[in-house]
């Protein structure tokens, strides 16, 4: 966890010094045929996540969410996507 301590002279919000970003490992896992990965993200909403397909070989999950007024879960995380994969046709729910 990081924290730097800080205001903005401009205004009255936190400014990106003051703000505390807690790192995690979400629990994830492919199925047994390997045509899904679950990653267990619970009170993350939608537009907090993102998929990207790095190089046709990996699929990187990443998120961020507000805990409270200047604290944050952040995580990032690459998986190898197996040899068949269709990276055309990932999605996320």
Known sequence: MAQISGRSPFDNKPSLGSLVFEEFVPP????????CLLVDLPGFKRQELKLQVDNQTHLVVSGQRQVRENKYKRFDQRFELPKNADT????GE
């Open 28 to 35: 994830s896992a492919w199925t047994d045929d390997s045509t």
């Open 88 to 91: 055309e046709k990932i999605t």
